[in-house]
């Protein structure tokens, strides 16, 4: 029951990224939106892991350490961000460019999150 | 505020605080419960063998990106009268795509990296759950030609990660200095750049490119020879 809440809340924390992704434009911290969203997408998956069991853990550590890496990846946009202002990049292109990597890279995670959790069999 | 001991060795001087790269502590978790945890229950349901396949797919659809990046890259080092404005947008969709397109290997390479000898020994356990018993035979009389073809690919994997994070960089900057004066790429400095870019990227793709044809040596190895006849 734990691990079935724990999967649906790391879809959610996607979502919510995504739909930070669509918005964050708009506000002056648009950036700093982004960051919180997916620092509470890791968060999530870090208590997604947690409630994993030891089978689970076992026959599924290739693709939660691809996970895990997935998400290290898509946390260097931020970085690449930042390193395309002190270029000299446009605020408004840079964080444009952001916020499209982060919601299709973060889709193709999704997509591998939710095969993995079937494979798994997590929260059935 | 991250702490310290989270942050890895990609973090820049100029992200340092703000946004810094931080290490997995979800990998660290994982990692360290697959240490222990107990073999029971729960089996990867995928068919046994298929990882190969699924991470032949990868390695090519980023082969694919990188070298969608290099031919944009060509066609603005050729523009010597100023960039054009094609030539820049079709640049920066790839410079987009390729961070996205990437995001599979590359996740993969790190994995193969963080978990090393571990990696192969999970993916051989899954062959030897494979119902056919010549096939399971192969893959066990020969585990030492497929765990030598995989060492190939995760020295493969992290050298071209290793090129991979600089041609992403360059091109990046090549894309910056473009946006801002599209004449700039006449000069000594811009293409210097792009040189330099694009021998990093051929390095990716030389990677790539080796890595597939090693997982096409493993596919070969755990293929009974009635079946490589017939295709």
């Known amino acids: 029951m734990a691990q079935?809440?724990?999967?649906?809340?790391?879809?959610?924390?996607?979502?919510?990224?995504?739909?930070?992704?669509?918005?964050?434009?708009?506000?002056?911290?648009?950036?700093?939106?982004?960051?919180?969203?997916?620092?509470?997408?890791?968060?999530?998956?870090?208590?997604?892991?947690?409630?994993?069991?030891?089978?689970?853990?076992?026959?599924?550590?290739?693709?939660?350490?691809?996970?895990?890496?997935?998400?290290?990846?898509?946390?260097?946009?931020?970085?690449?961000?930042?390193?395309?202002?002190?270029n000299g990049r446009a605020p408004a292109t840079a964080l444009a460019e952001l916020c499209q990597i982060l919601r299709e890279a973060s889709r193709v995670w999704l997509q591998e999150f939710n095969q993995d959790s079937s494979r798994l069999r997590i929260g059935y | 505020m991250i702490p310290i001991f989270l942050t890895s060795c990609y973090e820049t001087s100029r992200t340092r605080g703000r946004f810094p790269i931080v290490g997995s502590l979800a990998l660290v978790a994982v990692l360290l419960m697959a240490g222990c945890a107990s073999k029971t229950a729960v089996q990867d349901v995928r068919p046994p063998g298929s990882g190969i396949a699924e991470y032949r797919q990868i390695a090519s659809s980023a082969q694919v990106a990188v070298q969608a990046a290099l031919?944009?890259?060509?066609?603005?080092?050729?523009?010597?009268?100023?960039?054009?404005?094609?030539?820049?947008?079709?640049?920066?969709?790839?410079?987009?795509?390729?961070?996205?397109?990437?995001?599979?290997?590359?996740?993969?390479s790190q994995a193969l990296l963080v978990r090393g000898d571990a990696y192969f020994d999970q993916w051989h356990e899954q062959m030897a759950r494979i119902p056919d018993s010549e096939l399971r035979s192969l893959a066990e009389t020969r585990k030492p030609q497929l765990q030598e073809s995989f060492r190939k690919i995760k020295s493969l994997s992290q050298e071209g990660r290793a090129a991979f994070d600089p041609f992403l960089s360059e091109l990046r900057q090549i894309r910056n200095l473009l946006e801002k004066d599209v004449g700039s790429v006449g000069i000594d400095n811009t293409q210097d750049r792009i040189r330099q870019a694009a021998d990093n990227g051929n390095h990716v793709e030389r990677c790539l490119v080796g890595i597939t044809h090693e997982l096409d040596a493993m596919q070969a190895m755990v293929t009974p020879l009635a079946n490589s006849t017939k295709n």
Not at chain 1, 5 to 20: I, M, P, T
Not at chain 1, 21 to 41: C, E, I, K
Not at chain 1, 53 to 70: H, K, R, V
Not at chain 2, 75 to 83: A, F, I, L, S
Request: charged letters at 15%; a positive charge.
């Open chain 2, 71 to 108: 031919k944009a890259l060509v066609r603005v080092k050729v523009q010597t009268n100023g960039c054009s404005p094609q030539a820049l947008a079709a640049l920066s969709n790839q410079v987009h795509r390729l961070q996205v397109d990437s995001l599979k290997v590359r996740a993969r």
């Open chain 1, 4 to 86: 079935r809440a724990a999967l649906n809340d790391v879809r959610a924390q996607v979502g919510w990224l995504q739909n930070a992704t669509r918005t964050a434009s708009r506000y002056p911290s648009g950036v700093d939106m982004l960051w919180q969203q997916f620092q509470a997408l890791r968060n999530s998956y870090v208590n997604f892991s947690l409630t994993l069991t030891p089978g689970q853990i076992s026959a599924g550590a290739n693709d939660l350490a691809e996970l895990s890496a997935g998400l290290d990846i898509l946390q260097e946009s931020f970085s690449n961000y930042q390193g395309d202002l002190a």
